[in-house]
């Protein structure tokens, strides 16, 4: 009768134990475009030389790949499971509607890279789906296109600016048509999960007296003016990005209150973007596409980073998304 009890005690208080180990992993999705990849700061995923390689560009040290480091060592009441499908040069319509056609120069195959479905399907995002984290908006507008093209202007003295000046307006309003559609796409897929929109970074200095002009670790060529117009621009990107995210009552995480200071014109080891120019694994090109002008040879030893996050700025984006990340599961 004493080992009848004994057993029935034990019974009784296994699962509280196992439970928390055996419970399903909470699933979180992170969709987005270069800025979520990473692109240069670390290992490439799928390794390099990989059959799986899908031309996305997607590497170890992303702000994914750490919010998921930190989410293992320290779980938010069960385990969580990362399906990371973000993908450089990705624009909104990649998300949930168009597939994409990726443009990684690594290792390209010959006829280029096969289409990849959208995000939302490459994901399964589905009933199950805890959490989705969107880091988007960017090539939509069509920055790194305005970007080059001021480095481009800016070789002859030119204003990048007075040649967007009439439609940029129709830009503003195309993302936040996007990112609506968007957001509801996304919601319909994962009715249950929480969705977090992530801003983009600092990239810009607030004050344009802080670039070294023609300098390609910073911004080149890009006159004074164009870079305040720019820092403009950006802005305006995260607020459409924050005002449409409030309107669906989701969360969004502001990357570039926490990066002022860091951006792409501030000495090595401050900065947290790399300029036109900067440091990367060797496999990366070293050269800018700028078109009819050709191609804009990086100073020896750096390679083409085109404003982007390094290895720090994604540290600083997993510490701001692992807060909110941690917070969206508290309210399941």
């Known amino acids: 009768m004493a080992v009848g009890l004994a057993a029935l005690v034990a019974g009784a208080l296994l699962p509280v134990a196992a439970q928390a180990q055996a419970a399903d992993p ?7 475009d270069s800025y979520t990849a990473g692109l240069f700061i670390g290992q490439p995923q799928p390794a390099l030389g990989s059959p799986d390689r899908d031309g996305c560009d997607r590497t170890a040290n992303s702000y994914p790949d750490l919010v998921q480091r930190a989410l293992n060592a320290n779980p938010p009441g069960q385990s969580v499971k990362l399906t990371d499908v973000s993908c450089g040069a990705a624009a909104i319509e990649h998300i949930a509607d168009s597939s994409q056609k990726p443009i990684s120069p690594v290792q390209a195959p010959a006829d280029g890279w096969p289409e990849v479905a959208p ?3 490459r994901a ?9 984290t969107i880091g988007v908006g960017g090539n939509t507008l069509g920055f790194a296109d305005i970007l080059t093209r001021c480095v481009s202007d800016g070789l002859f003295g030119r204003s990048c600016m007075n040649h967007y000046e009439y439609e940029i307006g129709q830009r503003y309003e195309r993302v936040l048509n996007e ?13 249950n999960a929480k969705v977090v929109t992530i801003g983009y970074p600092s990239v810009l200095p607030q004050n344009s007296e802080d670039c070294a002009r023609g300098d390609l670790t910073e911004l080149a060529t890009i006159g004074k003016s164009d870079t305040d117009w720019l820092w403009g621009v950006h802005a305006n990107l995260n607020e459409l990005i924050k005002t449409v995210t409030d309107e669906f009552g989701d969360r969004f995480v502001d990357l570039a209150a926490s990066s002022t200071g860091h951006d792409a014109c501030q000495p090595a080891g401050t900065k947290w973007i790399e300029g036109i120019c900067g440091p990367a694994a060797d496999y990366w090109p070293t050269s800018i596409p700028l078109g009819e002008v050709g191609n804009l040879p990086c100073p020896e030893g750096t390679h083409t980073t085109l404003v982007h996050p390094n290895a720090a700025g994604h540290a600083n984006s997993a510490k701001q998304v692992e807060t909110a990340v941690r917070a969206a599961l508290q309210e399941l």
Do not use: C, F, K
């Open 26 to 32: 909470y699933e979180w999705a992170a969709l987005g």
């Open 179 to 191: 990112y609506e559609a968007m957001l509801a796409a996304v919601h319909d897929a994962a009715p």
């Open 124 to 132: 399964a995002l589905g009933e199950t789906t805890d959490v989705v």
């Open 119 to 121: 995000q939302i399907e």
